[in-house]
Structure formats: C-alpha cells, structure tokens
C-alpha cells in the first residue's frame, strides 16, 4: 500500500474507538482483530441476528461484534470511494479472518445487519479484484461520512433518543409529553436535562442532533449520485438510518406539538414551508432508497442469489 493509502486507513480506523473506550483507537489492524470477542466468532454473529430479530436493540457502539461489522461496511464503503484499497495484503490478511469467522457471507449480501461486512468479504476472497481509479469527489464523500460516523458513535445523546423510540416507556413518554408543553418546558429539557422535578435525560437533544445528522447524511447522498453501489453500501452500512421512519413520526410529532405554543407572533409560515421541504427533499427520500434498498422483510436471511452465486451457478450447475 501506498504511504497515502496508509494514512488514509489510519484515518478510517481513528473513527472506530475501542469498544472499551470509544476515545481511544484503533491504532494498528492487528488490534483491531485483537478486539474482536474470544472463542466462536460464528457463534457470536448468530447470537446478534437472534437478538436482532428479536427486537433488541443493538448499541451503535461499544458492542465488539457490532463494531467489527460497523468497521467492515465502511471500510467496503470507503474501496468503492477509493479512499483505500482493500485489496492490499494488510488489509485483507486481517479482516478475512474476522469475517471468515463470523462467516457473515452465509447471511447473504442484502441481509439488513450483515450485508454490508458480507460485500467486503466477498471481495476480499475474489481474486480478481483491483482498486478502483482514484475519485476525488467520492474520495471526498467518504471523509465527510468518516466525519459523520464518529460524531455520530459518539453521541450519547442520540443513543438515548433512539433506545426511546426502539422500546418507549410510559416514564420517557410522559418525560416527552412534558418537555414538548411548552418553549419554556422544551428548553429546560434541552439545557437542564429536567422539566420542573423530572429528570429528563438528553431526549430532548438527542431528538436534535438526530435532526442534524440526518441533514448531514443526506448532503452526503446527494455527494454519491453518480455513484449508486457506493451509495446504496453507505445506507446499508449506517445502521443508525434504517430506523428514519421512527425518527419522522416523533419529529413530526414535535412539530405539532409546537404549533400549539403560545408564540408572540402567529406568522409560522416560513417556519413550516422549510420544514416540509426538508421532510419531502431530505428524510422522505432517504426512506424511499431504503424501501429500496430492501423491497422484502428486511430482517429475513432468505434472498436473491448474488451475481457471484448466479455466476457459480450457471458455470457448474
């Protein structure tokens, strides 16, 4: 690999912290294979689609088998960029083992939790595979997605507002109701984490910067229009994303609630014409990709054969 190619890659694991310590990197792959759990990596990648399918929610950081599956779709995103070539021995030699452990190629490539880490497998037991040619605006499209991911494996206050709607609770429920009675009440939530005597938690600001990131991913989309595969790896591979639905239908329920405040001046005019254009230009469209991206049950395993299996299969029955 090339210095810059290194760099670049030192870059992209500088975004993942230890599961142990989210401040602290990966500094070597050598111990980014290190951190992946002891014993049956299979094992533990059944144990994660159990628990998926199950309706558990899984952190968007810290756990070690959902990092290293994390580390693998957007290290795939980051070839299809051509910020980094996976096809170099030092990249290949260590994440194949990992994923040859987890043998996350059996979910298949359209899985909704493995199918972006089984697309870097696939490549990298392809020995046909050659780096792309270098793509400035791809190039930078990933930087701007590496900025997005760590902010994003670093906000505790998103996790807490994406738990809430993952299994809400008669307490985080009425701790929203409250918050959303008033300006007042709204900012107290936001800036004390309290409304009157009831610890609020981060809610509140988590429901903003939920907001803010999904504005940033998507000008990161709209970066990626001429490229479809990498843009369809980066939806799959940003987990956080494929619960939009959920976060419309609570934004939306904010706006309504504000729209009942008692406000100085009843022109909310402009107000409301910039938030439907950002729903219809920015979170609706996202969702349609996604509806796309799987037109079946998401979390079923069962799925098309690949072009490599089609390919395998017309060639030797």
Same mark, same amino acid.
């Given at each position: 690999? $090339? ?76 070839? $299809? ?211 796309? !991206? ?16 089609? !390919? ?6």
């Amino acid at each position: 690999m $090339m210095p810059q190619g290194e760099i670049a890659l030192a870059r992209l694991r500088s975004v993942f912290g230890r599961p142990t310590d989210l401040n602290e990197p990966w500094p070597t792959m050598a111990e980014l294979r290190a951190e992946a759990p002891e014993g049956d990596l299979r094992s533990a990648a059944d144990d994660r689609e159990s628990r998926y399918d199950n309706g558990e929610w899984l952190p968007l950081a810290g756990d070690p088998v959902m990092d290293v599956l994390d580390f693998a779709g957007t290290l795939e995103f980051a070839h $299809m960029c051509t910020f980094v070539d996976v096809t170099t021995s030092s990249v290949r030699d260590d994440m194949s083992a990992i994923l040859r452990g987890m043998d996350v190629r059996r979910f298949g490539m359209h899985h909704r939790l493995f199918g972006p880490a089984a697309r870097l497998q696939v490549r990298l037991d392809s020995s046909q595979d050659r780096a792309p040619e270098l793509d400035l605006a791809a190039y930078a499209s990933c930087e701007r997605f590496l900025v997005l991911v760590r902010s994003v494996r670093r906000d505790a206050s998103l996790e807490e507002f994406l738990r809430h709607l993952h299994a809400p609770s008669p307490e985080s429920e009425s701790i929203a109701e409250s918050a959303l009675a008033s300006p007042k009440a709204f900012a107290e939530a936001l800036v004390r984490r309290r409304v009157g005597r009831t610890v609020g938690g981060r809610f509140v600001e988590g429901g903003l910067r939920a907001l803010e990131h999904v504005s940033a991913f998507g000008r990161i989309l709209q970066q990626l229009s001429s490229r479809p595969a990498a843009r369809a790896q980066c939806l799959g591979t940003t987990r956080w994303v494929h619960v939009l639905p959920a976060i419309r239908r609570e934004l939306e329920r904010w706006v309504r609630r504000m729209g009942e405040w008692p406000l100085p001046s009843p022109d909310t005019w402009d107000d409301e014409n910039r938030w439907v254009s950002f729903m219809r230009g920015t979170i609706v469209s996202i969702e349609g990709e996604l509806e796309q !991206l799987w037109p079946a049950d998401p979390r079923t395993t069962s799925e098309a054969l690949s072009p490599e299996e089609l !390919l395998m299969r017309a060639m030797f029955g």
